[in-house]
Nanobody, 128 residues
Framework: EVQLVESGGGLVQAGGSLRLSCAAS????????IGWFRQAPGKEREGVSC????????DYADSVKGRFTISSDNAKNTVFLQMNNLKAEDTAVYYC?????????????????????WGKGTLVTVSS
């Protein structure tokens, strides 16, 4: 059974940092696009960042460039999202998702492709 389990969410003050983790089981990371998405209350889900598991190439939404960093540990089937200088508008449920084919990391952030697997999400709340 394929599972993606997010962790690391919580309450943080504006300007603070959090590190999200996404642990995958039931498949191996060797040729996947792994992405972080978020959905704020009353808003549509949006892409945050995606990574190619095969070569580590990354892509980011403009709103998080320079503040968030995505990385992966393929040996542990885990992807991370380091979030620095958090803002109130970053408040959302953050989801991890994966799609077979690591080249799909390009376009993943902009929702060009349907993802194969989704986690249940972890809540990030940034207080101003």
């Amino acid at each position: 059974e394929v599972q993606l389990v997010e962790s690391g969410g919580g309450l943080v003050q504006a300007g603070g940092s959090l590190r999200l983790s996404c642990a995958a089981s039931g498949f191996t990371f060797d040729d996947y696009a792994i992405g972080w998405f978020r959905q704020a209350p009353g808003k549509e889900r949006e892409g945050v960042s995606c990574i190619s598991s095969s070569n580590g190439n990354t892509d980011y939404a403009d709103s998080v460039k320079g503040r968030f960093t995505i990385s992966s540990d393929n040996a542990k089937n885990t992807v991370f999202l380091q979030m620095n200088n958090l803002k109130a508008e970053d408040t959302a449920v953050y989801y991890c998702a994966a799609r077979s084919g690591s080249h799909y990391f390009i376009g993943c952030v902009r929702g060009h492709y349907a993802m194969d697997y989704w986690g249940k999400g972890t809540l990030v709340t940034v207080s101003s």
